[in-house]
């Protein structure tokens, strides 16, 4: 049984920075993408940033590069999300999928529940 539990949203400033956290279970994969999207209301849901377990290549979108990263925590077992330089535009419900293909979201079939990321002043 697949399992993605997000963890770490919150509310900051402008400016401020969050690290978001994703740990997986259940998966029978050997190499796989994980990758975190997001939500604001009344928008669709984005790619944000993406890791391919195996060879560590990651994905970026635009609206994220330079001010985010991704990574892997081995220590932890995670897969994180560091937000830095966060702005209003980049509130949302964070989701962490896996199993699909970079940052395509239509190909993803195992999602978490999302964790709350509110930026504002």
């Known amino acids: 049984q697949v399992q993605l539990v997000e963890i770490g949203g919150g509310s900051v400033q402008p400016g401020g920075s969050l690290r978001l956290s994703c740990s997986t279970s259940?998966?029978?994969?050997?190499?796989?993408?994980v990758a975190w999207f997001r939500q604001a209301p009344g928008k669709e849901r984005e790619g944000v940033a993406a890791?391919?377990?195996?060879?560590?290549?990651?994905r970026y979108a635009e609206s994220g590069k330079g001010r985010f990263a991704i990574s892997r925590d081995i220590a932890k077992s995670t897969v994180d999300l560091q937000m830095n330089n966060l702005e209003p535009e980049d509130t949302g419900m964070y989701y962490c999928?896996?199993?699909?293909?970079?940052?395509?979201?239509?190909?993803?079939?195992?999602w978490g529940l999302g964790t709350q990321v509110m930026v504002s002043s």
């Open positions: 890791l391919y377990i195996g060879s560590g290549n990651t």
């Open positions: 999928a896996a199993a699909g293909d970079a940052l395509r979201e239509g190909t993803y079939y195992y």
């Open positions: 259940g998966l029978t994969y050997t190499y796989y993408w």
